[in-house]
């Protein structure tokens, strides 16, 4: 099936840097990516939909600013979080569907954000 | 817009035995329905899927679901479970460029 890849898998900041985190489609093409959110426990929260070539459409909430999502290439998505603060500190989750496709997304392994 | 609704925030069952998690949801529309499996901090991993056709949907590690249009529900099975099979299951629902989770059932087995 297909691949996404997720990087870092972990990772532990200080409050005010920023953190990028990258998501990868190995073998297919992927016009569409999408940035979720995990709380402990809890389910995943839309953040934003990444779309190759153009700008990113955020959910509702979602600081576009805090958050910024760049998808350059057909195979490539970034994640940055800005100014990261404690309460960043979550499971970030990609996902990317094949291109031309309206079916089932494929998802990297997930970033722990640690803000200390 | 649809929404998709996980009754059952946990589910305890003992191993091999039979387990059925639920799932509903909303739409007015065709749907394609999914369900994954999260491992502790892990992504998603995709069980199985709806798109059109049977409404009996068999996946990966055992696990089928029925579709079921008039009841707008996509239940999923596995007729008897293992302990490795300890994880969070979500379904979910395709609309248009998204995709819509429910909140997850966490499938708990007991030895």
């Known amino acids: 099936g297909a691949v996404v890849s997720q990087h870092p898998s972990r990772v532990i900041c200080k409050s005010g840097t920023s953190v990028k985190i990258e998501c990868r489609s190995l073998?297919?093409?992927?016009?569409?990516m999408f940035w979720y959110r995990q709380f402990p426990k809890q389910s995943l929260m839309l953040m934003a939909t990444?779309?190759?070539?153009?700008?990113?459409?955020?959910e509702q909430g979602v600081e576009k600013d805090k958050f910024l999502i760049n998808h350059a290439s057909l195979t490539l998505s970034t994640l940055t979080v800005t100014s990261a603060h404690p309460e960043d500190s979550s499971f970030y989750i990609c996902?990317?569907?094949?291109?031309?496709?309206?079916?089932?997304?494929?998802f990297g392994q997930g970033t722990r954000l640690t803000v200390v | 817009a649809q929404s998709v609704t996980q009754l059952d925030s946990q589910v305890p069952v003992f191993e091999e035995a039979p387990v059925e998690l639920r799932c509903n949801y909303s739409?007015?529309?065709?749907?394609?329905l999914f369900w994954y499996v999260q491992y502790p901090n892990q992504g998603l991993q995709l069980l199985l899927k709806?798109?059109?056709?049977?409404?009996l949907v068999k996946g990966i590690n055992g696990f089928e679901a029925e579709f079921n249009k008039s009841q707008t529900s996509f239940h999923l099975r596995k007729p008897s479970v293992h302990i490795s099979d300890t994880a969070e299951y979500f379904c979910?629902?395709?609309?248009?460029?998204?995709?819509?989770f429910g909140k997850g059932t966490r499938l708990h087995i007991l030895p």
């Open positions: 996902s990317a569907r094949v291109t031309g496709t309206n079916t089932e997304a494929f």
């Open positions: 073998d297919f093409q992927a016009t569409t």
């Open positions: 739409s007015s529309v065709s749907v394609y």
């Open positions: 709806y798109l059109s056709g049977s409404t």
């Open positions: 979910a629902v395709s609309e248009h460029d998204k995709i819509i």
């Open positions: 990444s779309n190759e070539g153009s700008k990113a459409t955020y």
